[in-house]
């Protein structure tokens, strides 16, 4: 199971960033108190180099990262991440047993219903439809 979701992962992560890549949004549980996140905390979550919210009711549960499957790019452009830093990170996480692999749905709808459904989660959506249980928040710099 575990080299499935790795392959899976890879797969998706080697794919090319398309062109006009648009605004992202990133989005949580309506009932995470984080109000907004600084671009060096997204891109450290995003990265797995930070596993567990910080000043949260629920510290202890791990952050689970979505992502709409091959649009992985949109966290390399809008968080200035390199494609191999993060290929390497998340195959070092995964292999070692430290993590599990970011959550990869098949739209942005399905991204918005894994952040509903888990209130550790963290996603990053191009076109954020208000939805019952999740929150936009703002990158600040």
């Known amino acids: 199971m575990r ?10 992560l080697l794919l090319a960033v398309p062109e006009g890549v648009q605004a992202v949004e990133l989005v949580v549980h309506a009932d995470n108190p984080v109000q907004s996140l600084s671009a060096g905390e997204a891109r450290r979550i ?5 596993s567990f919210w910080r000043g949260t009711a629920r510290p202890s549960e791990p952050i ?5 499957g091959g649009a992985e790019g949109q966290v390399l452009v809008h968080l200035g991440i390199r494609t191999n830093e ?6 070092r996480l995964v292999f070692s047993g430290q993590a599990v692999s970011p959550h990869q749905a098949e739209s942005d709808r399905a991204v918005l219903e894994y952040v509903a459904a888990n209130l550790s989660a963290i996603g990053l959506v191009e076109e954020f439809t208000p939805t019952p249980g999740v929150k936009a928040i703002p990158i600040t710099d």
Request: hydrophobic letters at 60%; a positive charge; proline letters at 4%.
């Open 3 to 12: 080299a499935r979701h790795a392959w899976i992962l890879a797969t998706a």
């Open 46 to 50: 995003f990265l797995g180099e930070q």
């Open 64 to 68: 689970r990262p979505a992502l709409r």
């Open 86 to 91: 993060f290929v390497s990170r998340w195959m």
